[in-house]
């Protein structure tokens, strides 16, 4: 079993900051690309960042120069720093992660996601 878990979600004002955190556990052999996701109300979810397990990272243009995905390989762990927040921002956060198990399954897992509310 793998789990994902996401903190640091919470309301800020707008141009605020807020750092969001995912810890991956359980029966992991490798990580390779981790990401975040984003789902606003009526919306899709959307990709937000991701990060390759030797660190290039890609952003949707949305939070390009605002936002910065980073990870620690050895702790199984991926990071969002999110700073000059718009109210547009406001969503549930998800991160993911391609896994390879211990019994070398490859899955893609996903944490259960954390409110992100920017208020004007």
């Known amino acids: 079993q793998v789990q994902l878990v996401e903190s640091g979600g919470g309301l800020v004002q707008a141009g605020g900051s807020l750092r969001l955190s995912c810890a991956a556990s359980g029966r992991i052999l490798r990580i390779n690309d981790m990401g975040w996701y984003r789902q606003a109300p009526g919306k899709q979810r959307e990709l937000v960042a991701g990060i390759t397990r030797g660190g290039s990272t890609n952003y949707a243009d949305s939070v390009k120069g605002r936002f910065t995905i980073s990870r620690d390989n050895a702790k199984n762990m991926v990071y969002l720093q999110m700073s000059s927040l718009k109210p547009e921002d406001t969503a549930v956060y998800y991160c993911?992660?391609?896994?390879?198990?211990?019994?070398?399954?490859?899955?893609?897992?996903w944490g259960q996601g954390t409110q992100v509310t920017v208020s004007s």
């Open positions: 993911n992660a391609g896994i390879v198990s211990t019994s070398w399954s490859s899955f893609t897992s």
